[in-house]
């Protein structure tokens, strides 16, 4: 069985950082983790009646990691 997403974040420019620099249209999330990234119509199929829609608005959307540590020192 296919996952479902949670959220949608739709009608973006995403960067996946894939060979070619291939941009995105939108991307499925689902339990705190990327599900999909591609055009809407790839991703509008992970959806149901119960997943939000975000709408961008043509924003760039990037990846990150976020890496949170500290440093201890006597």
């Given at each position: 069985?296919?996952?479902?997403?949670?959220?949608?974040?739709?009608?973006?420019?995403?960067?996946?950082?894939?060979?070619?620099?291939?941009?995105?249209?939108?991307?499925?999330?689902?339990?705190?983790?990327?599900?999909?990234?591609?055009?809407?119509?790839?991703?509008?199929v992970l959806t149901d009646a119960n997943?939000?829609?975000?709408?961008?608005?043509?924003?760039?959307?990037?990846?990150?990691?976020?890496?949170?540590?500290?440093?201890?020192?006597?």
């Amino acid at each position: 069985m296919q996952k479902i997403a949670d959220q949608i974040i739709e009608n973006s420019k995403i960067a996946t950082l894939a060979p070619g620099d291939k941009m995105a249209e939108a991307i499925a999330i689902t339990e705190d983790k990327i599900l999909a990234v591609g055009s809407t119509s790839e991703v509008d199929v992970l959806t149901d009646a119960n997943t939000t829609r975000l709408d961008a608005e043509l924003l760039f959307v990037t990846p990150f990691f976020l890496h949170a540590h500290a440093h201890m020192h006597r």
